[in-house]
């Protein structure tokens, strides 16, 4: 069973920056594409970014393309999450999400984007930007 654990998350004004960090138990993590999905209090989960397991592809939301940008060290088996330029709209709740058996290529770029399709889900980290 994968494990996934998020961190990073806090109370921030607007404007400022976070890091999140999600770290996956599994031995096989190179392999896995990752993605950050959030949830705001009265909506649907919305995608925010993926990443592909060699870097090759990246995907952002588009509310967020420009100002995150997401990352991975799968030395340390974990996936980053660089938010800058925070808003107050950009209050959720974030969770880390894994795909275990998703090729890096170009045909399934929309994959991606479905939060349906990911196979592990972390509890998720509580992020507050205040105006």
């Known amino acids: 069973q994968v494990q996934l654990v998020e961190s990073g998350g806090g109370l921030v004004q607007a404007g400022g920056s976070l890091r999140l960090s999600c770290a996956a138990s599994?031995?096989?993590?190179?392999?896995?594409?990752m993605g950050w999905f959030r949830q705001a209090p009265g909506k649907e989960r919305e995608f925010v970014a993926a990443i592909s397991w060699n870097d090759a592809y990246l995907y952002y939301g588009d509310s967020v393309k420009g100002r995150f940008t997401i990352s991975r060290d799968n030395a340390k088996n974990t996936v980053y999450m660089q938010m800058n330029s925070l808003k107050p709209e950009d209050t959720a709740v974030y969770y880390c999400?894994?795909?275990?058996?998703?090729?890096?290529?170009?045909?399934?770029?929309?994959?991606?984007?479905?939060?349906?399709?990911?196979?592990?889900w972390g509890q998720g980290t509580q992020v507050t930007v205040s105006s």
């Open positions: 999400a894994a795909d275990v058996s998703m090729p890096s290529e170009r045909r399934y770029s929309r994959r991606y984007y479905d939060g349906t399709r990911y196979d592990y």
């Open positions: 599994g031995r096989t993590f190179s392999s896995y594409a």
